[in-house]
């Protein structure tokens, strides 16, 4: 008898006009359920594409099978073994383009939904605490220094940790997990998620040193005299690239970082509970249509604007943005003017009143395989607004690369490290991540710390 054809789960979500006015989590996440259902749909594929579409190799059919059977702490296990940060990808992993693009089911159907049971084994062990410290090789008691605690520091130092070595991570700001703390809005990764997988690299014997700006505070050669054998440099990508366009000095134009930190990390939505004052904005124009972007326009909206704008030069197939948070913005109500890019920010008593644009088409492909944007002549016009966020991208960290001159760099101010084994030109330092790749995903990054940690250990250990 031919199997019974089951349709892909949808997990269930707030409603718009709720999740508008809340900084809660948006998706609740499958019920056991609707997660083994969902598991059913795997076809256990003997060479599974799944896998190699994964940057960190997470086992998918192994724990997807678990799933169906109902062994729910033991998937979470199995996906832990490769991915120190389930919880994580399961809720900002572009799935789209990665394992579900190459899921054979999605050939002919919509593919397992394997992010969201990826989230929902990481949470079930979780909340159920079933969280246990996991099998450590025999302590080296060889020292070695992740600077950033973003996710390819994270990556790197929970592999490292498990080879036996001792690891301490030095992040910069008050709370770890770089960008996915001060630049994914609450409403898409609770900061108590984030926490929760911090602490289960401390339960490995990570340790952590805040507010500890290596670059300023300590140098790397000053870390290696203090005993440091080996260094992974994970900075991320922190510099706001502007529009370099008249007005963009007024006041009320932002970076996306400064706005989502402002709102993250600094609690500015609760004003005056926390000591971060948040502009009051009416409307707000966002440029860009990456996930920041969208991040930045939700987050707009929760903060009481009564109009948002998405602005982008390009047509709704080029936005590089995640097609759920897309889905999502446009159900919350962002105006999305496409194929539209700023040429002036207006001005009125220094504060920004409006944008001023002009209409594209799209010509040939250019460089980045996308179709170059062309102005069309006297098609300019006017949005008028009070704010406008910046969300068009981020160059490299500088600040520890200004201090370290050994490191060598590509002409984009990124760190030139070897793509192999992502050691850079400073002895025993390699480096990954935004800072090696530019702007990426939080996935790539978990994938270049995995492959710092195995380079790291066969330097350390002569192998």
Not at 51 to 67: H, M, Q, R, S, T
Not at 162 to 185: Q, S
Not at 408 to 424: H, M, Q, S
Request: aromatic content about 6%; overall charge positive.
């Amino acid at each position: 008898m031919p199997k019974e054809k089951i349709e892909r789960q949808k997990m269930p979500e707030q409603k718009p006009h709720d999740r508008i006015k809340n900084f809660n989590e948006v998706p609740f996440g499958f019920p056991q359920e609707i997660a083994m259902k969902e598991a059913q749909r795997c076809l256990q594929c003997k060479k599974p594409a799944c896998v190699k579409g994964c940057p960190v190799e997470v086992a998918i059919p192994e724990f997807i099978k678990l799933v169906a059977e109902g062994k729910f702490v033991e998937a979470a296990r199995k996906v832990k073994s490769t991915n120190a940060l389930p919880a994580v990808c399961g809720r900002v992993c572009p799935q789209e383009s990665q394992c579900e693009k190459v899921c054979i089911v999605g050939k002919k159907d919509k593919p397992v939904a394997i992010g969201s049971l990826e989230r929902f084994v990481a949470d079930f062990e979780r909340n159920t605490n079933a969280v246990k410290i996991p099998n450590i090789a025999e302590k080296k008691n060889i020292k070695v220094a992740v600077v950033g605690s973003g996710p390819a520091g994270l990556t790197c130092a929970g592999d490292l940790a498990l080879k036996g070595y001792d690891v301490t991570i030095f992040e910069a700001l008050h709370k770890t997990g770089g960008v996915l703390v001060y630049g994914i809005p609450e409403f898409r990764l609770p900061k108590v998620i984030v926490q929760a997988e911090v602490n289960y690299l401390t339960m490995m014997g990570v340790k952590v040193e805040t507010n500890m700006l290596v670059g300023k505070v300590a140098t790397l050669t000053e870390l290696f005299k203090e005993g440091y054998k080996a260094a992974f440099v994970g900075t991320g990508a922190g510099l706001p690239m502007f529009l370099n366009i008249p007005g963009e000095n007024l006041i009320g134009v932002l970076s996306a970082n400064e706005y989502l930190t402002r709102v993250n990390l600094m609690k500015a939505y609760l004003f005056p509970e926390y000591d971060t004052p948040m502009v009051k904005s009416k409307k707000v124009a966002v440029v860009g249509a990456g996930n920041v972007a969208m991040d930045s326009a939700r987050t707009a909206l929760r903060l009481g604007a009564e109009k948002v704008y998405i602005v982008y030069r390009r047509s709704p197939e080029e936005m590089p943005a995640r097609k759920e948070e897309i889905h999502h913005a446009q159900e919350e109500g962002i105006d999305f003017q496409l194929l539209t890019n700023p040429i002036e920010v207006l001005g009125k008593d220094g504060c920004v009143r409006g944008i001023k644009c002009i209409k594209m088409e799209l010509g040939a492909p250019d460089e980045s395989g996308r179709r170059r944007p062309i102005p069309i002549k006297d098609s300019e016009f006017e949005i008028e607004v009070d704010t406008v966020v910046v969300a068009i991208g981020n160059g490299p960290n500088p600040l520890l690369l200004k201090a370290t001159p050994e490191i060598e760099l590509n002409k984009w101010g990124n760190i030139n490290a070897n793509p192999e084994t992502l050691a850079t030109t400073m002895k025993g330092v390699y480096a990954g991540g935004d800072i090696v790749t530019g702007a990426a995903t939080v996935i790539e990054a978990m994938g270049q710390g995995k492959i710092a940690a195995r380079s790291i250990d066969k330097y350390l250990t002569g192998g």
